[in-house]
């Protein structure tokens, strides 16, 4: 019982709509970061070597670059109020869902083959309506008339 309670909460949290995430994607993170009292927009750019859950509400993609020759990574809870977009820059073909080998990699053995896709389709993020069976039907009320005596 407690566990459709949780998942219940867990849905509620969810984004409507997300973009498809894959493993071996180039993608451009936008995060707010706050500093002080304000808030601010930083862009993360890297290749996506992990991602875990994508259909929880705790959904995360791992997403490597490399900075001044030294190699960053950064986890992004896909949900998370904080992340304000990610878009989908290129896609590479890979057979893995973790690509962990690529962090012994440097210069070209880390190159992955790239692969045509539509980047305008993918990264067109449109909301998911309910389907009729979550959403409650709402029927008209319709008025009784009353019996006419025929006399």
Request: proline share 3%.
């Given at each position: 019982?407690?566990?459709?309670?949780?998942?219940?909460i867990?849905?509620?949290?969810?984004?409507?709509?997300?973009?498809?995430?894959?493993?071996?994607?180039?993608?451009?993170?936008?995060?707010?970061?706050?500093?002080?009292?304000?808030f601010?927009?930083q862009?993360?750019?890297?290749?996506?070597?992990?991602?875990?859950?994508?259909?929880?509400?705790?959904?995360?993609?791992?997403?490597?670059?490399?900075?001044?020759?030294?190699?960053?990574?950064?986890?992004?809870?896909?949900?998370?109020?904080?992340?304000?977009?990610?878009e989908?820059?290129?896609?590479?073909?890979v057979?893995?869902?973790?690509l962990?080998?690529?962090?012994?990699?440097?210069?070209?053995?880390?190159?992955?083959?790239a692969?045509?896709?539509d980047?305008?389709?993918?990264?067109?993020?449109?909301?998911?309506?309910?389907?009729?069976?979550?959403?409650?039907?709402?029927?008209p009320?319709?008025?009784?008339?009353?019996?006419?005596?025929?006399?």
């Open positions: 019982m407690s566990f459709s309670i949780l998942k219940k867990g849905d509620e949290q969810k984004k409507k709509a997300v973009v498809d995430v894959r493993s071996g994607d180039t993608v451009k993170v936008t995060q707010k970061i706050k500093e002080g009292e304000k601010r927009l862009v993360f750019e890297g290749v996506v070597i992990r991602t875990d859950r994508k259909d929880s509400h705790t959904a995360r993609i791992t997403v490597r670059k490399i900075a001044s020759g030294v190699g960053v990574e950064k986890s992004f809870l896909i949900h998370s109020p904080l992340i304000e977009k990610i989908i820059v290129k896609r590479a073909k057979r893995r869902k973790n962990s080998y690529l962090r012994e990699r440097s210069g070209k053995s880390a190159r992955l083959t692969k045509n896709f980047r305008t389709a993918v990264n067109d993020v449109t909301v998911v309506e309910e389907t009729p069976a979550e959403k409650p039907e709402e029927t009320a319709t008025e009784e008339k009353p019996a006419e005596a025929t006399a």
